[in-house]
Each structure stands twice: as structure tokens, then as C-alpha cells.
């Protein structure tokens, strides 16, 4: 009897602690200014860092989801290192150096920030 006990306690202490809604991976969607399929390699290449295990852009809706541990990594880094990749997003300017280097197709139409 105290064997089942203990095997329903261990049981009801596993269910309780896997359903927990803390968890570190979040999903987040942002805007991300490109032109092409070029771009999209690009754009996603530069998520591909410890923590992100999804990225993928839309070329027409111009949004890209990510999907990322929150021990190892901050939307903001990626957003950051989209930007230095060259391209605009919702937070940061891309880089200059790195955009002039972009193909011809992928050189969108930039926008001043407000």
C-alpha cells in the first residue's frame, strides 16, 4: 500500500511540474523591413545564434517569428543581431557598413526612425 502511495505521489509531482506555464521558450513576431528570398536567408542566418531554435520571415508581411530560450538569449539581442545584418526592424536601425553590402535586390527603400 505505501509503495502505491508513493508511486501516485512521484506521478501527481511529475504532472504538476510539467504543466508548469513558466517556461523559458517564448514566441515573439516583429516587423523586419526586406525585399527577396535573399533576404529572408539572410535575415533568418542572422537568428541562428544558442537560444534561438525558429526563425522564419515572411517576405510579404514582412514579419518574422521567433522562437527563443529566455535563459540564453533576449528578443532584444536578436532584434539586434538582425540589425546588424543590415536590416531595419521594429527597434533598430540596421547597419549602414553592413546593408551597403547587401545585393542590389536586397537594398530595400530605408525610412527615417522617428
Known sequence: MKLKFFILTIFSV????????????KTASF????????????????????????????VDSKLITVKFDTTKTTLTNVQ???????YDNEKFYGDDYAYNKLEECCQYERKPFE
Open 80 to 86: 539586434q543581431l538582425i540589425a546588424k545584418s543590415g
Open 31 to 58: 516587423k523586419v523591413w526586406g525585399n527577396c528570398e535573399k533576404c529572408k536567408k539572410t535575415i533568418e542566418n542572422s537568428c541562428a545564434v544558442d537560444g534561438v531554435s525558429e526563425a522564419k520571415w515572411n
Open 14 to 25: 511529475l504532472v504538476i511540474t510539467s504543466c508548469n506555464n513558466n517556461s523559458p521558450i
